[in-house]
């Protein structure tokens, strides 16, 4: 074949490479866009990069697949020209033969020659260039769809925060935020709280979107029970002297953990709590530091002596090992309970303790020990029922699934502080005509006030508003009995429990 | 599907462009049959030159510039005619009378300066009177010899006249010949002489006493063409032409030699493989019995071409590419040439009938899904 058919076959590799690289890059677009499609259609969000090289490894495969099929060789060229130009078959014959021999295939050779080098070659074929510019256009707008497109929101628990604060929401947290203000945290707990408080509210007010808040909610939960965690140290001493065989003081310090025992879901709830404190610690504390004295009872000084250095050598160690902080009230009740043994039993080596009222000493030191312990352990365990009072509520407030140890107040639960909801006063209120009906002492949210109520009053408020209209003639009597039958379900059930 | 083999060395379809005309004598006498050398076959002359080339559009031209002094119009039917009589295939006319089927042939045999013959086929003509016979002959000397007696088939060009009148006795007797290209009386072997071309013509099956061609037979001839009714214009022509004369004017331009040389060249003509894929592809979408029928076979075609379509279309596509002045075969080629060799070839079904489908329409058909 002469000049003019391998021009014809360069100009077709051009246009190969240029379709291929059409094709490749519109291969890419289009899958690309797809999978962002049906992703964003199933609220799945991957990276961009790995669009990226979705984009490209489909760019790549198609381009070099398309060049594959497109690339020219010499027959298919032969064929276009053929086709292109009329030639009846003159170009595929001569390159077919060309190794043959004889006149007539000499003769086919120069006049397919001939032709060949005599065509006026044409500019390519509209009807088959503008494929590739429309395969492009459509690969772009499918693309371009897909990135346009909204992501439909995830069917998951998040959808119930893509919706703007309610006013309760509002007023709940400002109730929280004084609730902590009113609060007997130490003073640098209860300022970093209320910061954290305070953040939530003010991203309530300047957001549209509870769920635009949600990380700041996230994070301020983190932060308090962090923090409140940081000043008990009680857990940490208990865990320590419960590895140098000091059972009974390790049991003691986890009278901390008092507080765990009790849904302190309601402020009400933590002041109660707090008022009981001392109580219920020494419910939890005194018996183990008793414990503690009571090995040395009936023992003559001889005897104690042993005894006690063996404790002493025991607390040394695990204080040793705590390598507290001094300004830490538990770690200071600790250190100077251990100094106090130890002067005691130097007392007892140099002969100079005084054996006959050598059990009252013990008594006084012991009873003073368990004082200034139950003081220390109270502190503690009031910032950590603090704590977990602020981030349960949060949670209640904004419906975030709770952890197994919280509890929800309006869940109907029966783990009140003691103290706090069997006595009589607590019971129910009134109603008119002074019958009295009794109610649950659970305590519960009136969105009219705005304030937590007991369940009982506000059974008695609904139930004194729907006497109005079971008076009036706005009901008919089959309406007023289902509303009687209604609340009479009601006050039979709050009875039963009582009894 | 199984292609044919192509020897590119010789140029040739193997077992596609060999004739049957050409199958040498040697090879088709048995021990009994004793061969004798009736005329012996011409020596073809060298012919893969340039000047062959150029001879052959010359003599083409020369050709049809004698016949159109004796034939009016019918410029495909003689291209068709020329075309088979170089690829070395018989023609079947077909035509109502009058048309100038018989003048056309013999103005060839003038033309082509080839002896002529002519036989009227009627019920009752035997084979005998077609073949010729031994006869008892007393010599000089009284003695009383068997002595063969030849018939009109003993001609280079031979018109088979309304060859569907005869009986199908007589009718295979002729198309024997055709095929072998020789003559058995009393175990005695005549070869014809070459080139042999028998043109015949046969009345529209719907005529009364007629008895249709078996599909077996009928594939002895290349083409089947059909010659339609002269429009005004040439049947003016033609009354204006024989006022003067009804003897052909057309003079002797090529000899027998000519012709044969002709074929020859007309074998070396390329054919790429693309184009005989066509070819077979074409002729067996004609098949509805095979996978991978055309439609069309499926659901208009009772029975479809043999092979002998394909060589067919393959050695005659050769000989119309150089009478077009192509040195090479064409898909054009094959395309215009299937109507006349796949027309008598395929046989439609009632359902073709049925849509008023001919077979050239069914044939359109078949070329369209052919890829």
């Known amino acids: 074949m002469n ?239 419960e590895s140098h065989l000091l059972d009974d003081l390790a049991n003691a310090l986890k009278g901390g953990d ?49 005894l006690m250095r063996e404790l002493i050598n025991k607390m040394q160690a695990a204080l040793d090992e705590i ?44 009873n003073s020990f368990t004082d200034q312990l139950i003081d220390a352990i109270k502190t503690q365990s009031y910032d950590l029922a603090m704590g977990k009072f602020v981030v349960t509520r949060i949670k209640i407030i904004f419906g975030i699934p709770l952890d197994a140890d919280e509890k929800d107040p309006d869940a109907g639960n029966k783990d009140d502080v003691p103290g706090s909801g069997d006595d009589e006063d607590n019971k129910g209120g009134g109603m008119g005509g002074g019958e009295t009906i009794y109610g649950s002492d659970d305590m519960i949210y009136d969105p009219e006030t705005g304030q937590y109520v007991t369940y009982g009053e506000l059974l008695n408020k609904y139930f004194a508003i729907a006497q109005e209209y079971l008076g009036t003639d706005e009901l008919t009597q089959e309406q007023k009995d289902m509303v009687t039958h209604y609340f009479e379900i009601l006050f039979s059930g709050i009875k039963e429990a009582e009894n | 599907m199984k292609f044919l083999k192509k020897d590119k060395q010789n140029e040739n379809i193997v077992g596609a462009s060999a004739p049957e005309n050409e199958a040498p004598v040697a090879e088709i006498v048995s021990e009994n049959v004793q061969t004798v050398a009736e005329e012996s076959l011409p020596e073809v002359p060298a012919v893969d030159s340039p000047e062959q080339v150029v001879k052959f559009s010359e003599a083409i031209a020369k050709i049809k510039s004698e016949l159109a002094k004796d034939i009016v119009g019918m410029e495909d039917i003689i291209d068709n005619v020329l075309c088979a009589i170089i690829a070395g295939g018989n023609v079947l006319l077909e035509g109502v009378p009058g048309v100038g089927k018989t003048r056309l042939v013999r103005s060839l045999g003038k033309t ?67 095929q072998e290209h020789k003559v058995t009386v009393a175990k005695q072997t005549y070869p014809l002489s070459e080139p042999f071309f028998v043109l015949a013509t046969e009345n529209p099956i719907e005529q009364d006493g007629t008895y249709p061609l078996p599909e077996a037979q009928i594939d002895r001839f290349m083409f089947k063409l059909l010659v339609g009714f002269p429009s005004a214009e040439e049947i003016a022509d ?69 092979p002998r379509a394909a060589q067919a279309l393959i050695t005659c596509a050769k000989v119309r590419a150089l009478m077009h002045g192509r ?34 329409d069914i044939i359109k058909l078949v070329i369209s899904e052919t890829k």
């Open chain 2, 112 to 178: 082509l300066a080839l002896p002529f013959s002519r036989i009227q086929f009627t019920p009752d003509l035997m084979p005998s009177d077609v073949t010729g016979t031994n006869i008892i002959e007393q010599d000089d000397k009284g003695k009383m010899n068997t002595v063969f007696r030849r018939g009109p088939i003993f001609a280079n060009l031979v018109l088979a006249d309304e060859i569907n009148r005869a009986t199908p006795k007589t009718q295979s007797a002729m198309l024997e010949v055709m």
């Open chain 2, 238 to 306: 033609i009354v204006n032409m024989t006022q003067k004369t009804m003897e052909e004017t057309a003079e002797s331009v090529i000899d027998g030699e000519t012709i044969l040389s002709m074929r020859e060249l007309a074998k070396t003509v390329p054919v790429i493989d693309d184009v005989l894929k066509f070819t077979v592809h074409l002729v067996a979408n004609t098949h509805p019995e095979v996978d991978g029928a055309s439609n069309t076979a499926k659901k208009y075609i009772k029975f479809g071409a043999s």
């Open chain 1, 323 to 366: 390598d507290g902080n001094p300004s830490d009230e538990l770690y200071g009740v600790l250190t100077s309970f251990k100094t106090n043994l130890e002067e005691l039993r130097g007392q007892i080596t140099d002969g100079s303790a005084d054996e006959t009222h050598f059990q009252h000493t013990l008594d006084l030191m012991f």
């Open chain 1, 258 to 306: 008092v507080y765990l025992e009790y849904a302190l879901s309601s402020y009400d709830l933590v002041k109660s709590f707090e008022s009981n404190l001392i109580s219920l610690l020494s419910v939890a504390v005194e018996p183990y530091v008793l414990s503690m004295r009571e090995v040395y009872n009936d023992l003559d000084v001889t005897a104690i002596s042993p």
């Open chain 1, 3 to 241: 000049s003019k058919f391998y021009k014809i076959k360069t100009t077709h590799l051009i246009g190969a490479v240029l379709g291929s690289i059409c094709i490749g890059v519109a291969a890419g677009l289009a899958v690309t866009g797809i999978v962002l499609l049906a992703l964003k259609l199933s609220a799945i969000a991957i990276a961009w990069g790995y669009y990226v090289i979705i984009a490209v490894g489909v760019a790549a495969v198609a381009g070099g697949v398309s060049f594959a099929l497109l690339r020219p060789t010499d027959k298919s060229v032969a064929k276009r020209v053929d086709e292109d130009y009329g030639l009846s078959e003159r170009v595929q014959t001569a390159l077919e033969f060309k190794d043959a021999s004889g006149a007539v295939v000499t003769m086919q050779r120069e006049d397919a020659d001939a032709r060949v080098q005599s065509l006026s070659l044409k500019a390519p074929s509209v009807k088959k260039l503008w494929q590739y510019p429309l395969i492009f256009v459509i690969a772009l707008a499918i693309a371009l769809t897909a990135i346009l497109i909204p992501a439909r929101v995830a069917d998951s628990a998040d959808d119930v925060w893509v919706r703007p604060p309610t006013p309760f929401e509002i007023l709940a947290m400002q109730e929280l935020v004084q609730n902590v203000e009113d609060s007997s945290l130490e003073q640098d707990l209860k300022q970093p709280i209320l910061d954290d408080l305070n953040g939530i509210l003010e991203g309530l007010e300047q957001n549209e979107l509870v769920s635009d808040v949600m990380p700041t909610i996230h994070v301020a939960m983190a932060d308090i029970d962090r923090r409140v965690k940081a000043i008990a140290t009680y857990g940490n001493f208990a865990q320590k002297f």
């Open chain 2, 327 to 360: 040195y090479n075969v064409a898909y054009e080629d094959i395309k215009a040439l299937a109507y006349p060799v796949l027309r008598h070839r395929i046989k439609i079904n009632y359902a073709a009938i049925s849509d008023k489908l001919s077979v050239d």
